[in-house]
């Protein structure tokens, strides 16, 4: 993975982590250490589930250009699908607080992609190929003599 790539992924990984944290201790300081737990393991998908999406829109774009924005929105149409899957299955457990997991995943999408959006507007992509300098150049066309 080339270093922008990776620079993009830990920009939008950092801020999200840091807000899953503050979203844990406000649920443990609300619903105890459950809310703890359901805050961290929403963290967690979110993180890992935009991070894979990170990733193959990525590729995608290094790969097949063309299909790069039907990609991006098909890939996050399925993210926020999948995160409501997530949400409705584990709407009654009792292993963690449900309302502090469906809380945190919320906040930490939006938290994501206000960074992501953030670091690809600080980043500098070319957008045009400059040209190599070791390229056919056209000579002087005036007179020789």
């Not at 924005?69 to 890939?75: K, P, R, T, V």
């Not at 960074?115 to 007179?143: C, F, T, W």
């Amino acid at each position: 993975m080339p270093s922008s790539d990776v620079r993009t992924l830990l920009q939008s990984a950092v801020p999200t982590a840091a807000a899953g944290l503050v979203a844990a201790a406000v649920s443990a300081g609300v619903a105890g250490g459950k809310g703890a737990l359901g805050a961290i393991v929403g963290t967690a998908v979110v993180i890992l589930f935009m991070g894979i999406g990170l990733v193959v829109l990525q590729r995608t774009a290094r790969s097949l250009p063309h299909l790069f924005q039907a990609m991006g929105l098909m890939l996050y149409t399925a993210q926020l699908l999948l995160l409501f899957i997530f949400v409705a299955v584990f709407k009654n457990t009792s292993l963690f607080n449900p309302k502090a997991f469906a809380i945190t995943l919320v906040v930490t999408t939006l938290v994501w992609i206000g960074a992501q959006a953030r670091a690809h507007m600080k980043a500098k992509i070319l957008y045009v190929e400059p040209e190599s300098d070791k390229g056919d150049k056209p000579g002087n066309p005036g007179s020789e003599a």
